[in-house]
């Protein structure tokens, strides 16, 4: 009798076991499609990056080419052929193609520098990874530069980078800097800005990330103009130090890039919106600082920077 009682609790207890076994099991892998701008190395290290960290599956790889009509046919194919769960955009032109087309399923960037005039307003279930280096560290490594440099000079395009000056403003009130910027519409505009800034008394000058300002002609006259006037430039690549910018801060790996657009992606199809999850800056940079062009401004570049940086050009 109670060996009849245990198998007939065993046997209406099964169902439960079941259900619990099946909730237990993790959800299987969604579908990723990436839509990749071109087929150049740093995009195929982001998506190197992306792939090994990604915690699901990628159904599918378009290449754009760097042809908007292009990405357009590939997402196209996406809908109907994958109809992927979340879509990987490498690169600028594939952001751009999916910011136009506005898909019905998440989107996650990488490698994109100022994403937001890529995206515009009320794109709300588009984030990713991009390529800009947080205002912070540089704002920081101008403070470490001495107390003679606190009042720093911008060129800036609002409809470019805008929203990253207001940034940059906010951090460099933390570091005790004051940010003199000035508006410009068009590379056209830019040298008498510079010139406007350097009358008003700066002490440093910062190039942003601004295609605006990053015109061969203007990039040489802020140099000609850092070298006149004694006047340190902060640049955003190693090149530009190589030029004649006393320090450079610029993003290190593609490949991390790529693995924190998996890492939002991963949040994603688990279960978070996009619009939850703010676009990340890199967290690995590159220091470059040019001492043979600080000798010529007469400053000494200190050691808490040099100590740091990743190539020292002497």
Known sequence: MHMRRALWSLVACLPLLVAGS?????????????????????????????????RHRIAAEYDMGGDLKAGRKGLAQMRTKVKPDLILAVGVWALQVLAEESPDVPVVYAMVLNPPSVIGD?????????????????????????????????????????????????????EGLQLFAREILSPREAIAAVESLQESGIDALWIPPDETILAPEVVQHILLLSYAKKLPVIGLSERQAQLGAIL???????????????????????????????????????????????????????????????????
């Open 22 to 54: 099946q909730t237990a099991n993790p959800a299987a892998p969604a579908n990723v499609a990436v839509l990749m701008s071109a087929n150049v190395d740093a995009y195929r290290d982001a998506l190197k990056g992306f792939r090994d960290s990604l």
């Open 122 to 174: 009320g794109k709300r279930n588009i984030t990713g990874a991009s390529m800009n280096v947080p205002v912070k560290s540089t704002m920081e490594l101008v403070r470490k530069l001495g107390p003679q440099f606190r009042r720093v000079g911008v060129v800036f395009n609002p409809a470019k980078t805008g929203y990253l000056i207001r940034r940059a403003e906010a951090a460099a009130r933390e």
């Open 248 to 314: 450079s801060v610029q993003f290190a790996s593609s490949e991390d890039i790529g693995r924190q657009a998996a890492e939002l992606a991963n949040s994603i199809l688990d279960g978070r919106a996009a619009s939850d999850l703010p676009y990340t800056s890199v967290r690995q940079v590159n220091v470059t600082v040019n001492l043979k062009a600080a000798q010529k401004l007469g400053l000494v570049v200190p050691q808490s920077i040099v100590g740091v940086a990743n190539t020292v050009i002497q």
